[in-house]
């Protein structure tokens, strides 16, 4: 499709859709460089004619990329391969020349950095989001989560077949951790001048109103491509090499940070799980000692560094304070309002006037004050480092698994003495696991989630509000 001003999308579930002319951006966001650049400055990529092959920046295997000069009669990019040329594959970048999903193109971006610890659960974490995102927005919230490129999501769809779609119910299965060496599945690599540089490769969606969305009239002003960064839990600690510090460059723009804590890594609060739980994760092995305040003050001083912010000044945005492994230490919530809490219904459908799911901030407020402060008494550090990364925070606990791991049946110890932990997918009931992303959408007032202090509270009209009169990019 050539880049005139508008181009058209179907909008809206299978029972209803709508066709909505939607213009492009007057800037483009790469989602791996960060690159802006108008539409006309877009490069196409070639077909994969072995003529085509061969890119300066992406070495001879990839197909090249090209400024198009002609186009077919449904406005797609021809490259000169053959007499008549053949159809480009896609759309990339002019600075790094690596892939750009279509929906940078019309939806302003909506950047989600994730900081974590190693082994800190990101791995079960954001397969248990996005796979309750894909399946309950559209009904909830009347709100599209797509994939805007299924593959630079790969690696996220395979998770989420190990852990909700494995044949096998009843096999112990994990999801091995993040890290560094799996280049291939995390990273890209480009030569930029004389040197290769690794960038980062995002998990990308659509986010967008159905037809059912009260401000669906307005899909191009509120709809938003979130891009999640991934790190290796290595690239935030304080040996991380100065490569690690450029693939943690998205601080720069993030929109909204998720910080995983993991409390069974954390030796206070080992101690006081000791007598209250029999999970295996608190008595495994550590083979060493995690900082993981650390890994927030590292964020937030590159975050500082890289916005030119002074020592003083905070992240303007919310940070989501994300506790994982709840099902492990949730005992050690308060007994007066543990049941309380965790009965309590943080989405729920609102009918005066609307059929459709809001967020309680006022119940996910309180229950973030009380795990702020189970963290001031067991672990102070996160939370002074959390309340110094951002002026807005919120502590959320979740379970990816809802139930407790167990050992992998066959496994051999690993070189800590330690034998792997997994859980039977038929076990699989996660808990809270949207929360963070969703709390992230309402305090940004994208107008895609909205949130409601009481059930008596209106619900937020979705009229023009000050973000949507900001012009993208």
Not at 327 to 333: F, M, Q, S, T
Request: charged share 20%; hydrophobic share 40%.
């Amino acid at each position: 499709m050539s880049f005139d001003s508008q181009s058209r999308t179907q909008v809206g579930n299978s029972d209803a859709r709508v066709s909505v002319k939607l213009p492009l951006l007057n800037r483009v966001s790469c989602p791996h460089c960060w690159h802006q650049y108008p539409p006309e400055n877009t490069l196409w990529i070639s077909s994969d004619h072995v003529s085509q092959r061969g890119d300066p920046k992406l070495g001879d295997d990839a197909p090249r990329r090209f400024a198009a000069e002609r186009f077919d009669v449904q406005g797609n990019a021809l490259d000169a391969s053959g007499k008549d040329g053949a159809r480009a594959q896609g759309l990339a970048c002019p600075n790094c020349h690596l892939e750009v999903p279509r929906a940078l193109y019309e939806y302003k971006p909506f950047f989600v950095s994730i900081v974590g610890a190693p082994s800190s659960g990101k791995s079960f974490f954001l397969p248990a989001m996005t796979w309750y995102l894909r399946s309950s927005m559209p009904e909830k919230f009347a709100v599209n989560f797509q994939d805007a490129d299924p593959r630079l999501n790969i690696r996220l769809h395979d998770y989420e077949e190990t852990l909700f779609l494995n044949p096998d119910r009843d096999s112990v299965v994990t999801i091995a951790k993040t890290t560094e060496k799996e280049a291939e599945n995390l990273y890209d690599q480009v030569l930029m001048g004389k040197e290769r540089v690794m960038f980062p490769r995002p998990f990308v969606f659509r986010v967008e109103p159905t037809a059912a969305h009260p401000a669906a009239s307005r899909i191009a002003a509120i709809s938003r491509a979130v891009c999640m960064y991934d790190n290796a839990g290595e690239s935030f600690g304080a040996a991380a090499t100065v490569e690690s510090s450029r693939l943690t460059n998205h601080l720069e723009h993030c929109d909204l940070t998720l910080f995983l804590f993991d409390p069974t890594q954390h030796p206070r609060f080992r101690e006081a799980a000791k007598d209250k739980s029999n999970d295996p994760q608190w008595t495994r092995q550590l083979k060493k000692v995690v900082l993981q305040n650390t890994i927030l003050d590292n964020a937030a001083a590159r975050l500082r560094k890289l916005r030119g912010m002074s020592l003083q000044e905070r992240f303007g945005g919310p940070l989501v304070v994300v506790v994982t492994k709840l099902d492990a230490w949730v005992k050690l919530l308060p007994a007066e309002n543990r049941n309380q809490l965790l009965a309590a219904e943080y989405l729920p459908q609102i009918t005066a006037g609307s059929s459709m799911s809001v967020i309680r901030s006022d119940l996910v407020q309180v229950l973030s004050q009380t795990v702020r402060s189970l963290l001031r008494t067991l672990a102070p550090e996160i939370v002074s480092a959390a309340e110094g990364y951002s002026t807005d925070v919120t502590y959320i606990p979740v379970s990816a698994t809802g139930s407790g791991v167990q050992p992998i049946a066959g496994a051999s110890q690993s070189a800590d003495g330690n034998i792997s932990l997994g859980v039977r997918p038929r076990n699989m009931q996660p808990k809270w696991c949207e929360l963070p992303l969703l709390v992230g959408l309402s305090k940004a007032k994208t107008q895609l989630v909205r949130a409601v202090a009481s059930v008596a509270a209106p619900i937020p009209a979705a009229g023009h509000g000050k973000d949507s009169a900001r012009q993208p990019g």
